[in-house]
């Protein structure tokens, strides 16, 4: 069994390759599930450029876009936070590269655990708020942004099953470019 893994997602273009098609599968699988919780569970489906008429259609699929974009960017700053709970004197860095943005605390090694929360939560937060919203108002753009949303979890889900494939590895180093796992403390420490 090894003793260390190293993961650099920029790197490595099979790994790429599977967040592409990650990606858009759950982006599809996403959106048709969101549509039938719409259309069954809240009552009907509705179009995504409703109430934004005004705009013309370019106008609204650039609102929605923004949106899209408003919606990533907290997206990570909920990862900022919670690296920031579990390493509270550590550094935060935000990014873009390859088409992803991202957040990272650089050096700094978390249990698996608490990578797997970190990971997780802006998906969690994210979804429960949209759907809230979903079922709550009649405006059909949540169905396409839960979807979106989603689908740009890929590299966070990616990483969950890896963390549980190696389930044999306790501890996680955040990089820039991915992370490492541990059996054992990197620093000697528990």
Do not use: W
Not at 96 to 124: D, H
Request: aromatic share 16%.
């Amino acid at each position: 069994m090894e003793d260390k893994y190293v993961l650099d997602v920029f790197k490595d273009h099979s790994v790429l390759k599977v967040l592409n098609i990650m990606t858009i599968s759950i982006t599809i699988l996403s959106f048709a599930v969101f549509y039938l919780l719409e259309l069954f569970a809240a009552g009907g489906g509705s179009s995504a450029l409703a109430g934004f008429d005004q705009l013309g259609v370019f106008g609204a699929v650039f609102f929605v876009m923004a949106l899209l974009f408003a919606i990533i960017t907290f997206h990570e700053a909920i990862h900022g936070l919670f690296f920031k709970i579990f390493a509270p004197s550590g550094r935060v860095r935000f990014g873009y590269k390859s088409g992803m943005f991202y957040a990272a605390a650089p050096g700094e090694v978390f249990s698996r655990g608490r990578f797997i929360i970190i990971i997780l939560m802006p998906f969690i937060i994210i979804t429960t708020l949209m759907l809230i919203l979903m079922m709550t108002t009649s405006h059909g753009a949540f169905k396409y942004l839960l979807a979106l949303h989603t689908g740009a979890c890929a590299g966070d889900f990616y990483y969950v099953y890896l963390l549980m494939r190696k389930n044999h590895m306790k501890f996680v180093e955040d990089t820039e470019v991915g992370m490492t796992m541990y059996r054992t403390h990197p620093g000697g420490m528990h």
